[in-house]
């Protein structure tokens, strides 16, 4: 099939004669007999829509012989659909039919409407005007209702890295990605806010993320400068005009914030409200979590959450820390939870269904229209036994729905077990964080399992493969939503194709949906090239030298010896995936439809140039590790030392956010460069003795249990 009839998320009926068409400049759009209200809502989206393709539209125009009619035509025959996707197909599908010079299409609700102007929209933009539309027939609808993604707003903001792409983004880029994931018929956002709240917040302003003293690097001077900076909803709130944006859209937005944790900067400012570990712990991610038994922390809570509920948000939903060995040891949370319970995630928990309840109830105070919803029970053992299922569900609001439910290190029947606990209308998203664990890797490119050095042995499996996994699963047993992390954008937009696409129709398998993937968007011409840069570029992170003994749980392979062979493999096809990426950028740079995945190719092509040093840097750390005296190993470690300085400075000069953070107490960055360079001068410089260790993160402290 042409990539011009690639329309994704693919069609569940796609009747095409390409032999008959008919050419068009203009189309004509006709209500015939939908409310005035109805019209209005849709031909607001159909000009957002069709609008910028270029082509001019009209309204009640008499036809002409370049013009395209489209009916619109409220009423949709559900007796077509039969079985659980008939209330689906009522609320989301669509009917659109193209013969001579007349569109029709069909819907019973405005969603419907949106992705039937989605999928046209789609066949439009792999053309330039004059406009040739085939006659063919599509009947539409998907298989899971909530198609979300969640996506950064703040995520660690001020306890690990502010500079998240989408998350410095102002008003404008925000509206352009709402309009991406509508074509593609996403309907809901998911904005994490974890740590300093980004919007304003009078009754605790010490808490908002204003003002924040950064580190850049200014190249035009080739040195550091301090700056200060504030989160664009705060510079210029545009979070209510967004939400609104969304709704036009047919999108929802909620927010995505700790249940007891990363609540705005309250933490780092006022300690002495912090959970209190035990005595001789040996974890150091106590800095997040507020001690639950002082009153004050209550009603900080309380009033942050009531903010929140009342900036108009779809619905909040509330993530459980995941530790599970260690709970506030004050003597009066002693007494109320671990005291009482079995275990230190059972005191957790006990204390986090006391505060879900309080603040459940400030939400429907607040916003009684706005959704619950939890993210919990993650610490082993990950298999869980079905009495505790139940009291799990039992120790709930029944009203909140399941942001996650297990899929990544069990079986299908585990995920099932969940699902008759809780039933499908209450399970929205499984552990699908390919994205969000990329992420963490200082913005290095990994998406596929292709992109791991000996993925079989690492202990986190997390990549796109076993998202879809997770997504099939979620199709297969009629879960209300699924959710795709989108937690950084550029460079990965794989992840979003792949939860717009299984969410809507789940039938492929994942290599053959990557491929129609690629050409449905990019086209026949570019798909094997982007495909071939994708899925052969080698992730080594900087991290993986057996020098660099701080815990990272998402890549702990260690390069050795026997990944000489590998590594110079991947040096060998660098030059021929540079070339592959700078043809695609020089493609993508003037496209009139395309252009916005040009940034997407110079941050991978970034990450590419990076990974010449990273091999560079392990072939050397290999050879330290296998040298035999002390000047052979000094010699190596300054050859590491060397091609950690040209890495960072690729990173430096493309992202603004590369230096660690420390508001907390404890030093913490994505990027290992730092850590890197203290050991090795601890090493090699004479009278250079620094003991503070900089972590790889805070999203990695909380997974030292893997």
Known sequence: MDSMFKILPMPKV??????????????????????????????????????????????GQKVLGNTLALEFISSLDTGRI??????????????????????????????????????????????????????????????????????????????????FDMQLWDFEDWKAFLNQCSDFKINQLNMCMYGYWPFEFEQYPETTLKDFPLKIWNDESKNWIEIRYTHPNIVKEFLPELIDYAHRLGIDIFAYIGLNSYNGGYSNIHRDKRMKLPAQ?????????????QKDTIAYLKASIGKVASLGFDGIIFEESEEAFWYCNCDRCKAKYIDKTSSPAEAKHMANYELLKILHGKIKEVNPGCEVGLRAWREPPLKKDLDYLKKCEASIPKD????????????????????SVFGTNRICARDTESNAISSCLGRLYRVFRSNILRPEEETNQQHIDNDIRQHKGSARVGARGINGYMFEYYSYFMHFLVHAGYGWDSSMEADSFFEYAAEAVFGLELAPDIMYVLKNMLTIHESQISIFTSEFPFQRNKVEARDIDTIKQALGQWPIILEKIQKVKKELQDHKYLQ??????????????????????????????????GEEKVKYLKQVYRYNEKDFDLARKKFFDVNPVDATGIKASMFPYHEIKRVIRNQIEDGYRDQEQIYLGVEALGWLWL
């Not at 599908?93 to 001579?100: A, N, P, T, V, W």
């Not at 712990?281 to 038994?293: V, W």
């Open 596 to 629: 916005h995945y040009y940034q997407h190719f110079d941050k991978i092509e970034n990450a590419h140039r990076r990974n010449k040093y990273i091999y560079k840097l392990c072939l050397n750390a290999i050879s330290y590790d296998q040298a035999r005296d």
């Open 14 to 59: 796609w009747d095409l004669d390409q032999e008959a068409s008919y050419t068009f400049t203009e189309i004509n759009l006709d209500f015939n007999g939908c409310s005035p209200d109805l019209m209005d809502k849709i031909k607001d989206i159909a000009l957002l829509k069709l609008g910028p393709l270029g082509l001019k539209i009209g309204e």
């Open 400 to 419: 909140v729905s399941l942001y996650w439910a297990p899929g990544l290190y069990v079986g299908e029947e585990e995920f099932e077990k969940w699902v």
């Open 281 to 293: 712990s040996k974890y150091i991610n106590d800095f997040d979590t507020l001690c639950l038994s």
């Open 82 to 163: 039969e079985g659980r996707y008939q209330h689906l197909f009522e609320q989301q599908g669509y009917i659109l039919k193209s013969e001579h010079n007349k569109m029709q299409l069909y819907f019973a609700h405005l969603r419907g409407a949106v992705y039937g102007l989605s999928t046209l929209k789609q066949i439009m933009m792999k053309q330039e005007g004059p406009w040739t539309m085939p006659h063919f027939y599509i009947l539409d609808y998907p298989e899971v209702g909530q198609r979300a993604l969640a996506t950064t707003f703040a995520w660690y903001a001020g306890y690990g890295r502010v500079g």
